[in-house]
């Protein structure tokens, strides 16, 4: 049962907020207005503003290493990574009949494990920064495409690897493994290792400070490789990181 705290709507707009989450009005079909409360009324203490769009982490019951693999459906059904979880063809089907178009972050193992068998089953077209035997679209810093609903630029990031983008939108970052918000190292701002062959520290601090030169004020949502996804203040959580990639020291134990 939620618990309503109800205010006036009118210092809000036209957004409804339901136990500490926005609903815009344009969303009403896919989050109803629980019952007993008005779309005349909201909630005090409301969180950011959330997204229309519906991502889903399609990789989320994964019982072996992988990436988050995430499914944004909407205007240009996407899914970003394809992860290495078996079975993951059979959780996208759950959420959409088709893809239009398959993005990766970078090619690790744990982001492109079930790439040929995503490929395979949606013949969907791969988007990627660095070459592939089945890649479509060559994508390129600055580029802009359509992930779900929402407009993204392309913003190359490497040093975590040489192929690396992340994808940012008004609302929304997709940061691959250049930033997360969690990952056993750090919460609530961390960046991937740079400890092995082909990665640097160096870049990597360039590419986040090139998130954060590129992204818009106001977004809201971090879609991140590993850990957990992010909802509030993004631009905080990747100064953080940020500040502890600039320490320049091991970021686990056995580096």
């Known amino acids: 049962m939620y618990n ?140 802009t495409l359509t992930v779900g609903d929402e407009e993204c630029e392309v913003v190359y990031t490497p040093g975590h690897a040489d192929d690396h983008v992340s994808l940012v939108s008004e609302s929304s970052l997709f940061s691959g493994d250049v930033v997360v918000h969690d990952d056993g190292a750090f919460d609530d701002g961390s960046f991937g290792r740079t400890d092995r062959p082909g990665q640097s520290r160096e870049r990597l601090i360039e590419s986040i400070e090139a998130i954060l030169d590129r992204m818009p004020a106001g977004v809201e949502h971090m879609y991140s490789g590993h850990g957990g996804v992010f909802h509030g203040d993004v631009r905080e959580v990747v100064e953080r990181a940020l500040e502890r990639a600039e320490r320049r020291k091991p970021k686990y134990p056995d580096e």
């Not at 896919?30 to 959330?50: E, F, H, I, M, N």
């Not at 995430?70 to 959420?95: C, F, K, N, P, S």
């Open 4 to 143: 309503y705290d109800v205010l006036s709507k009118k210092s809000l707009g036209d957004t409804i907020v339901f136990d500490n989450q926005y609903f815009p009005d344009t969303c009403e079909s896919r989050y109803p207005v629980p019952v007993g409360v008005t779309a005349d009324s909201t909630l005090k203490r409301a969180a950011p503003q959330w997204s229309c769009m519906d991502v889903h982490n399609v990789t989320a019951e994964a019982e072996t290493f992988t990436c988050n693999a995430y499914l944004a459906t909407g205007e240009q059904t996407a899914l970003v990574d394809a992860g290495a979880m078996r079975g993951v063809v059979d959780v996208i089907r759950e959420h959409a009949d088709a893809l239009d178009a398959v993005v990766l972050t970078h090619q690790h193992g744990d982001h492109v494990q079930q790439l040929d068998a995503v490929l395979d089953a949606f013949d969907a077209p791969l988007y990627a920064y660095g070459a592939h035997p089945r890649r479509d679209h060559a994508l390129a810093d600055g580029d």
